[in-house]
């Protein structure tokens, strides 16, 4: 349709300004609603973690990022574990959706990380970001 103008996007500094228009009472509604979320995660986060130890990931510390889309970041070291201990992690996380995602990302990260060959350096530890999608890095170092 040529007589159509096309839809004019917003840049960066009015939508700054949109932001600041909000009303103090819908600030502090999505405020708490951001809290709310961040602690509904982090609950289910933590009760996965005696799990997810069975399964062969041994937490060494967490970070809350607080944004638009808080989540968790939690710092794993992966340690052996037996099929039988990694399928009763998989049961006891099956009504714990985040942490049933977290078991499945951290796995398929580990089947990543025996197949990268980098000389002269160890995994440090596995980065997970709990969160809307899930995602993991696996960190390298030095070795020694």
Not at 19 to 30: D, R, T, W
Not at 67 to 79: D, E, N, R, S
Not at 83 to 112: F, H, Q, T, Y
Not at 138 to 144: D, Q
Request: proline fraction near 6%; charged fraction near 30%.
């Amino acid at each position: 349709m040529p007589n159509e103008e096309p839809k004019s996007k917003k840049t960066l500094s009015e939508h700054a300004k949109a932001v600041a228009a909000i009303p103090g009472e819908k600030f502090a509604e999505l405020k708490a609603f951001g809290a709310e979320k961040v602690q509904e995660t982090l609950s289910a986060f933590l009760s996965a973690l005696p799990a997810l130890k069975q399964a062969g990931y041994d937490l060494r510390e967490f970070e809350i990022e607080l944004g638009l889309t808080p989540k968790v970041i939690a710092h794993f070291m992966p340690h052996a574990a037996t099929e039988a201990d990694v399928a009763a992690a998989r049961e006891a996380l099956k009504d714990n959706k985040i942490g049933a995602s977290m078991l499945s990302v951290l796995r398929r990260a580990g089947d990543m990380h025996r197949q990268i060959k980098a000389p002269g350096f160890e995994c440090a530890h596995m980065e997970i970001d709990v969160g809307v999608i899930p995602a993991v890095r696996l960190r390298y170092r030095a070795e020694g």
